[in-house]
């Protein structure tokens, strides 16, 4: 088993529609999640932190499941801009260097 | 503006030479790392450095070589030894390993491609 998982999709919604990702993690005792946006052909960008309670940055909104071990990602109104492939980040233990990132999900937005 | 500088964008390397990529960053950042990036895989560690002078193999880090003597400074070597050396190279940095939330900033990638 992988040590993050996401469906690859690739996910194709229209503009406007809400839009969610899954990314599951096996190692329990993971502390530090996060998503990151990487566009065709470009580097990763930091989209946000995931913390316990879950947070929310505008139209984004991810959460943390530790009992059943994934975070979530949700989009609402998703936008034509909003077309990238979305990484998920954890790392398994306060601070160190053994960050594991997921193979990411590639979202499509239409007109 | 801060950032990552990494050049080449586009680097062409024939079969059995050695080539270097470059890493800089103005951000003071204590530390700096090298991932490769292949189609429908997640990124893969290769080397990371957590101070100047002093550097740690990743996961894959056979047929690659670091140096940090300065703390901007990170280049990365790929040598004839890395059999399969195509793939998209990210240089990241971060404030330090034990910052939460510790995001990393990357560098805009050099895509090498063996001829």
């Known amino acids: 088993r992988k040590e993050v998982e996401q469906d690859p999709g690739p996910f194709n919604v229209p503009e406007g529609a809400t839009v969610a990702f899954n990314c599951t993690y096996s190692?329990?005792?993971?502390?530090?999640f996060f998503w990151y946006r990487q566009d065709c052909r470009k580097e990763p960008k930091l989209l946000m932190s995931v913390y316990s309670s879950g947070n929310e940055d505008g139209r984004f909104t991810a959460q943390l499941n530790r009992a059943s071990q994934y975070i979530s990602l949700l989009i609402r109104d998703s936008k034509l801009s909003d077309s990238a492939t979305y990484l998920c980040?954890?790392?398994?233990?306060?601070?160190?260097?053994?960050?594991?990132f997921g193979a990411g999900t590639r979202l499509f937005v239409k007109a | 503006d801060g950032g990552i500088t990494q050049s080449p964008k586009y680097l062409f390397r024939k079969e059995g030479q050695n080539v270097t990529l470059s890493c800089e960053q103005n951000?003071?950042?204590?530390?700096m790392y090298w991932y490769r990036q292949d189609p429908g895989q997640g990124l893969r560690l290769i080397y990371y450095s957590q101070i100047v002078n002093d550097f740690q193999k990743g996961d894959i880090a056979e047929g690659y070589s670091v140096s940090r003597e300065k703390k901007e400074s990170f280049p990365l070597t790929v040598t004839s030894a890395q059999k399969n050396p195509t793939a998209f190279y990210l240089c990241?940095?971060?404030?330090?390993?034990?910052?939460?939330?510790?995001?990393?900033?990357f560098g805009s990638g050099t895509r090498l491609t063996v001829v």
């Open positions: 980040v954890v790392r398994p233990y306060t601070g160190g260097f053994k960050t594991i």
């Open positions: 951000l003071n950042h204590d530390a």
């Open positions: 190692n329990s005792a993971s502390q530090s």
């Open positions: 990241a940095s971060s404030i330090g390993a034990g910052v939460i939330p510790d995001g990393y900033t």
